[in-house]
């Protein structure tokens, strides 16, 4: 089964806004990873967090993990129409090395 | 840079019809990954290897195999695909260790007539 669900869905906001995408998980994991794939392409890795972090920053991204409410988030601050994609978040469980992905937010930055 | 191909990146097969897709990794990884993505649905795990010769199923392994006989190379086999398994493949591959990132190919959009 899929382990992260992303929402929303979709959103698109105006170039220079924040966007804000959710990620919740079912089971304990060791890290929570943010992928982002360019439309029928393959997924490149932004950012990773581990279990033990809270917060982390990369550039214009932040993401965050609640391992209590088995969430996570990915902050996007002063989008770029070329940050329009679809975002994953993906986990990998503390028991085998698998690697398991949302459904993924579809992001749309316009200009 | 790490390099992760994938054989083809469009196919075209017919039903009933034995498919390999093909993968290979340069960089000396133990994991690899073949997942399907299809809209709506996000990425889902096919299989998985974490060592030469070795595979764990994923969550929909049903109607596909796999096969790792060298570190750097793992194949998907659909043994007689169906038109239900049209989607885009992508292939993984990531070192062992709790806190690695994953490299994908470019994908391979298979259709299945």
């Known amino acids: 089964s899929q382990q992260g669900e992303e929402d929303p869905q979709a959103l698109s906001i105006q170039e220079g806004e924040n966007a804000t995408m959710n990620c919740s998980y079912k089971?304990?994991?060791?890290?929570l990873q943010w992928y982002r794939q360019n439309s029928g392409r393959g997924l490149v890795h932004l950012i990773l967090i581990r279990s033990n972090e809270r917060e982390k920053h990369s550039g214009r991204l932040r993401v965050t993990l609640d391992t209590s409410k088995k969430s996570s988030s990915l902050l996007i601050t002063a989008s770029r129409a070329a940050d329009t994609a679809s975002y994953f978040c993906?986990?990998?469980?503390?028991?085998?090395?698998?690697?398991?992905f949302g459904a993924g937010t579809r992001l749309t930055v316009k200009p | 840079d790490v390099k992760v191909t994938q054989s083809s990146r469009y196919l075209v097969k017919r039903t009933g019809e034995k498919v390999f897709l093909e993968c290979v990794q340069d960089?000396?990884?133990?994991?690899m990954f073949w997942y399907r993505q299809d809209p709506g649905l996000g990425l889902r795990l096919i299989y998985f290897s974490y060592d030469v010769k070795m595979k764990e199923k994923g969550d929909i392994p049903e109607g596909y195999s796999v096969s790792r006989e060298k570190k750097e190379r793992f194949s998907l086999i659909l043994e007689s695909a169906s038109t239900n398994q049209t989607s885009m493949y992508l292939c993984?591959?990531?070192?062992?260790?709790?806190?690695?990132?994953?490299?994908f190919g470019q994908g391979t959009r298979l259709t299945v007539v």
């Open positions: 993984a591959s990531s070192l062992t260790g709790i806190h690695t990132e994953a490299f």
């Open positions: 089971t304990s994991i060791n890290n």
């Open positions: 960089m000396d990884h133990e994991n």
């Open positions: 993906a986990t990998d469980s503390d028991i085998n090395n698998d690697m398991r």
